[in-house]
Structures are given as C-alpha cells and as structure tokens.
C-alpha cells in the first residue's frame, strides 16, 4: 500500500495535470470559438458580398435581356420591311425612317443597323447604320462587300443550316470601331424571310465608356471594384476612373492574366444556392497586388462575359480584427485568472492534502464532518445519534461578531472531546461537527431509554456549565439536544439516514417545545406530525390560489336595543366540496410556512368589499405578528384611506398572545384611529397584562373571554372577575362585549351584569352570509 506521502504526491501530480488540461482544453475551446465565430462572421460577410454580387449580376444581365429584345424587335422590324418591300413605295427611306425611330426608343444602345444580303431590298446586299452623334442621330447607308466580311461569317455560321430558327444572339468582343470613333461590343441576331431563309441580320452597339459606367455603379466597400472581361478576355472595369492609374492597370493586368473564363470551367456549389445562383454560380479568386490581397468573384453574364468584383481583403477581415483583438484580451484574461486560481487552488489542496482523512474533516474544529457522518451512518451498526445546538447562538454572533461565534464552537468542540474520553457510559462515542452551531454525537451499542436520558442529561448539563470568556466577559451556554437510536422500542431499525432525520426531528421538538431534550419515539408519531404539516401547507397554498380563503361572520348583538348592529369577520377555508374548515386546522401552519400575512390581506379585501354596501359596523383579528409585519400594516393603511368605511371597522388585538413591542403596536393604532377606526382587545381576561393593555393601548372595547362567560351561571369567581372588569372598563369609557354568549340564562345574566353587546350560540353562529335578525329570546 502507498504511503501518505506518495498517495499526496499522487494527487497533487493528477490534480497539476488536470488544471494544465483544463487551462489547455479552455485555450482549446477559445481557440475553436473564435474560428468557429470568425468562420461565421466571414460567411456572413461572404454572403453579404455575394447577395451584393448577384444583384448586381441581375442588374447587367437585365441590360443583356434588354438589349437582346430591342435587337431582337429591330430585327423583326426589318424582316417586317422585308415582306411589305413590294407594297412600299419608298421602302430604303421608310427603314431609314424606322432605323432612327428604334434607336432613339431605346437610349441603352449607342448604335444600330439593319443588314440585308444580296437579292433581299435590293439587287445587291444592302445595309443601314445609325448612331447618336450628341442629340442627333446619325444614319448611314453602306453597299460595300460586308456580307463577305470575317465577321459576319463568324456571326452566321453557328446558326447551322439556312432553315435554322432557333433565337441566338452575337455578341462580340470590345473592339474599336472607326465609324463612331470608339469602343464598342456588338450584339446581332439573324433575320430570316416567311421561307426561314436568312435575309440579312440585326445589331445594336453598347459603347465601352456606358459599359464602365454600368459597372462603376457596383457598391461593395470603399476599396472595391467591378469588372467586365469579354470573350477575347479584354477588361472593361471601373478602375478605368481610379485615382491611382497605375496601380489600376496593375490590377487590370493581374485580373486579366487570370484568364477567369477558363476558372469558370469547374464551379463549387452550394447546396443553399438559389437556382438563380446555380444558372450563373459564384467563383472566388484570391490575388495579390503591390503586397495587396483581393477577393475576386466573378461569374458568367447572360452574354457569355465575366462579371466579377474585386474586394480588398482588408476590408473583408475589418469585421474580424476588433474580435480577434477582444478574444485575445479575453483569452489573456481569463487564462491569467485561471493561472492564478489554478496556483491558489493547487497550494490549498496541497495543504488540505496532508492527511487524507481531511477530506472529511471540519476545517474549525477539525472533528469529522457531516459528510462523514453520513458516510459512517452507512456502515455503522447500531446506536444512538445525538444532536446538539446551542440556544441563541445567533445572538451571540451578531453581539460579538462571527469570530467570537467560531471560538464558543471551537471551544465547545474541545470540551466535549474531553468530556466523552473521561465521563463514563460514553466508550467509543464520537464527535462530528455539523453545519451552523450543531454538533453531533455517535454513541454505538444498543442503550435503554433510562440511560439515554441520564446521559443527555449529563450532557445537557456540562454544556450548560461551561464557564467561556470572549474579551473579558462571560458567554453563557445552553443547549437543546435530540436524540433518536437505530433501534426503536417499537423493535423497528433505522437507516443511516432516517437516524439523522429522526435526530433532527426530535431536536426541532425539543426547541419548539422549549424543552432540554427530546428522545425520537416512533409513538410520538413526529413524522406523521411533518407528513401533516406538509399536507395541509399544500392545501391551504391551493386554496390561497383559487380563492377558497373566506370570511364567516358572527353577529354581535347591542344589548340594550337587542339588534344587531356589529359582526365579527372569522377566517374560514372551503374545502373541494364546499365545506368549512376550521382556522385551528390551518392558521399555525399557515404562521410556519409564511403563509399567514397573506391569509389576513386576503380577509381585508374581502371583508372591506362586503360592508362597502352596508351600514354595519365589522371587526377583524390582528396578531402581534400581523401587527409587527410593516408591510401588511401599511396595505391594510392604505385600504382604510382609500375606503368609505374607516370608522365602521374595528380591529380587535389577541391579548391572549402578549405584546412586548408596544411601540410599534401603538402606532399602528394611533394610525388605524386617526383616520376612525376603532380599537379592541381580544380575549380579555386569559393574559398576564390585561390592565396594562387598556392603559397603554388606547382602546376602544373590550371582549370579555368566554372561559369567564361560560362560567357566570357556576363559579362565583368568575362572576366576580367579570362584574369588575365591567366596572373598570365604565370608568374609563371602554365598551364591553361579552364572548360565546351560548344560553338564554348566560345571555340573561350578560345583560345584568351591564355589558353592552354580546356574540356566541345563543345570538348567532358564523356563516357566510350576514344574519341580521335572530330569533326570540
């Protein structure tokens, strides 16, 4: 077996490479991320050139198609002349007539003309040109040997056999014509007789400065250019009107060595290409020029020219550079953070890793942890497992601060280390230090329940007299302490993690209970106390939600008129079939669970709603909780000031509960009066401070318990309480209600005694809707 040492060595050496391949595989993904983002930044930019570029194509093969349907309606206006030569009376003046006609309707085309072989308009072949020559146009006749020409033998003969018709147009390369004195590029169609036998041809001529201008209308980026290259791979561009004539034929020269027609021979597709795109699909070329990198992309016009753009790469990557330069920044920033924490994480580990059993060890107290416990939990047989919290640790941290908190549990630690190595019945226990201010306590062997409890006793008690000194004072200790063992009285076993849970369970009681220790019992039925709760904070959440949180209302009766003039509003909650459940079913879990503030919101609204349309005066039930919660007391503020019906509402304080922060209590009531409401103390007669109450509160009423009502007719005592609590409350102007009035004889003896309303069985019971009669008494 490895020792320590090499065991931490071994670890540190794994923990080394796997932060050397976390810090490479993050350098990795960043890396990958960035060529992924420029890949993406570099298509978009592609497919904006590219969406940029076929527009453009669209654009110059839309000026093709033009001009190849004003040569094609040229030419069947000449084949027209043709048929009607016989019937014409002047037919070369008529064609010289509509030769000027057809140009000057199409202003696209710097020339055009009609040819006629030998034997068509006259005996011999016969042709007309015309031409702009500034606003005018300018024709000319021609009986030369041009039907011999090269050129138009290059013209005719893909045609095929005379009787061929099929549509076909010619177009040239730029070359210069001396006729107008410029360079042109020469589009001609066939003309052809009611036999398809050819007669002659049409054409039109596209000057080479309107060719540049076309092309010069490309926008891309500021550095780009356009192009067109002819058959004979002559260039036509828009660096023609560069600035920088040299550097212009430079790039000319370059494009045109590139010999682009020849590229198109083996295009690469894109299977997200339009079919657009695939008629005339892209092609990229990369170039270099005076140290100057280009993007060309080209492709075939409708006329068999290349159409390309030419874009500085520079200006492509002007998108890439600020990422690349905030990658960068990134990577080095996050590759120094992670160096850092790398180093830190490293140097902690190492000391962590000293001994192996730290990986389960408290680093305050270094007692085990919890996660050692619940390890152990798994493999241990049977026991008992305690847990310890201090009582008002919480106080002691924010009084002192947390340093002082962490040496009352470092200390408390040590001392019951020594406790258990010295006191008998604790052999073999051990110490595990939980979260917070909790401490846990292993003690293995099956142990009855007499000796469980001396030794919690015990326990509790040397806690209790621990003498600690934080800075010159006195930290006094106590504890509460929950006990459950893995063997039940009832001979049922408990898992590892149901022992922690019940442990935990029988602590909670024990605090809640205000009580030094709790022993889990499966007959205390605490679980199904938890499955209880649980349930019924789901049902009263439901409820909250569809809206079955209702008021039920109890008469009170004014003694001396015998009407009822009050009503105390009741929270009641509707089950699915309508019926209602009792608040004590309710209330104290809605308090655990937070539920409560919203319960009492819920009973404002609606009992504010019901007696808007009514002249009765309606109490509601206020807690000191209710009370001491700012945001409700100023919602139920609110209410009464956007109300009409302030001075109809009285608000009735459980005396029963105590009130220990009267400040805030009583001003909530100097408020709750100010704008008329009125003010009670509820139960009147069961607390420690009653008088106090009616002295410091300023109230209004006083509802007189009905443990004491219920009595009158069978204790003298309580006839005697009562009767002076009516004097009292008269002599200093307070009203009296008299609670759970539940017989005429009670009722009787009520009215005798001088208190002035009374509620209970004998008046009216609560329901949901008002009772304002009641029956004879």
Not at 32 to 55: H, K, V
Not at 91 to 98: E, G, K, M, W, Y
Not at 363 to 385: C, H, M, V, Y
Not at 471 to 477: F, K, M, R, T, V
């Amino acid at each position: 077996m490895l020792g320590v040492r090499s065991v931490r060595r071994g670890i540190m050496l794994i923990l080394g490479l796997l932060v050397a391949l976390f810090i490479a595989g993050m350098w990795l993904m960043s890396s990958l991320n960035l060529g992924f983002a420029q890949q993406a930044m570099s298509d978009l930019r592609q497919r904006q050139i590219a969406d940029t570029f076929y527009a453009n194509l669209d654009r110059i093969n839309a000026h093709h198609q033009r001009m190849e349907q004003h040569t094609a309606e040229l030419a069947h206006l000449g084949e027209l002349l043709y048929r009607q030569r016989r019937v014409l009376p002047n037919p070369r003046s008529i064609l010289d007539q509509t030769l000027r006609e057809a140009l000057g309707d199409f202003p696209e085309a710097f020339a055009a003309g009609l040819w006629f072989q030998t034997a068509t308009l006259t005996e011999s072949p016969f042709a007309l040109y015309a031409w702009r020559e500034g606003e005018r146009i300018q024709v000319q006749r021609s009986l030369s040997s041009w039907y011999t020409s090269d050129w138009y033998q290059r013209i005719i003969e893909p045609a095929g056999q005379p009787d061929d018709q099929t549509a076909r147009f010619n177009w040239t390369p730029a070359y210069y014509k001396a006729q107008i004195n410029n360079v042109v590029i020469s589009l001609s169609t066939l003309m052809y007789d009611d036999q398809q036998t050819r007669i002659g041809m049409a054409s039109t001529d596209w000057r080479a400065d309107q060719i540049i201008r076309l092309v010069s209308r490309v926008e891309v980026t500021p550095g780009a250019f356009a192009f067109l290259i002819d058959s004979e791979n002559r260039n036509l561009s828009s660096l023609a009107q560069a600035e920088d004539i040299e550097h212009a034929q430079r790039l000319m020269d370059t494009i045109t060595a590139s010999q682009l027609h020849q590229q198109l021979g083996t295009p690469v597709l894109d299977n997200r290409m339009s079919s657009r795109q695939l008629a005339s699909p892209m092609q990229t070329l990369s170039l270099v020029v005076d140290d100057e990198d280009y993007a060309l992309f080209f492709s075939l016009t409708q006329a068999g020219m290349v159409f390309g753009i030419g874009v500085p790469q520079v200006e492509i990557d002007a998108v890439l550079a600020p990422m690349r330069q905030s990658n960068l920044r990134i990577v080095l920033l996050i590759g120094s953070v992670l160096l850092l924490l790398s180093g830190w994480i490293l140097y902690l580990v190492a000391g962590t890793l000293r001994q192996l059993h730290t990986l389960y060890t408290d680093s305050l107290t270094r007692l085990p942890n919890r996660s050692k416990l619940l390890l152990e939990l798994e493999q241990s047989g049977t026991g008992s497992l305690i847990l310890l919290n201090l009582d008002a640790f919480k106080e002691i941290n924010d009084f002192y601060g947390h340093q002082c908190g962490d040496y009352v549990i470092r200390q408390l630690a040590r001392a019951l280390g020594e406790y258990l190595d010295s006191a008998p019945g604790w052999n073999n226990s051990q110490l595990y230090r939980m979260p917070a201010d909790e401490i846990a306590i292993w003690l293995p062997g099956q142990h009855g329940p007499q000796a469980l409890q001396q030794r919690l006793t015990a326990l509790q008690n040397f806690v209790s007299g621990l003498n600690l000194i934080w800075q010159g004072q006195d930290i006094p200790l106590h504890a509460s302490l929950g006990l459950a063992s893995s063997w039940q009285t009832d001979g049922s076993l408990l898992s590892g993690e149901q022992l922690l849970t019940s442990a935990n369970m029988a602590l909670k009681l024990a605090r809640i209970n205000q009580r030094h220790f709790v022993v889990y019992d499966p007959a205390h039925r605490a679980r199904e106390t938890y499955e209880h709760n649980l349930t019924w904070a789901n049902r009263l959440k439901l409820a909250l939600e569809q809206g079955r949180i209702v008021p039920y209302f109890q008469p009170i009766m004014e003694l001396n008129s015998g009407r009822i003039e009050k009503f105390e509003c009741l929270t009641r909650m509707l089950d699915g079939d309508g019926e209602p459940v009792s608040p004590g079913q309710f209330l104290a879990v809605s308090k655990r669970i937070r539920l409560y503030r919203f319960i009492t919101r819920s009973m404002v609204e609606q009992c504010f709603q019901r007696f808007a349309g009514n002249d009765y005066e309606f109490s509601l039930n206020l807690s000191c909780e209710d009370l001491l919660d700012t945001g409700l007391t100023r919602f139920i503020l609110e209410h009464l000031q956007n109300s009409q019906i302030a001075r109809r509402v009285i608000f009735e304080i459980l005396e029963s509960e105590g009130i220990e922060n009267y400040t805030a209590v009583r001003q909530f009531i100097d408020q709750a009066k100010a704008l008329g409401c009125r003010i009670a103390i509820d139960d009147f007669g069961t607390g420690y401070s009653n008088f106090e109450h009616l002295l410091r509160l300023n109230v209004d009423m006083i509802k007189i318990d009905g443990s004491l009502i219920r009595q009158l007719g069978s204790d003298p005592n309580a006839l005697t309480l009562t009767r002076g609590i009516v004097r009292f409350a008269r002599e200093l102007g307070i009203q009296t209600v008299a609670e759970f009035v539940h017989s005429p004889q009670v009722l009787e003896q009520v009215r005798d005694l001088g208190i002035d309303f009374a509620q209970g069985a004998s008046i009216g019971m609560p329901s949901a809707e008002l009772i304002t009669r009641i029956e004879a008494l």
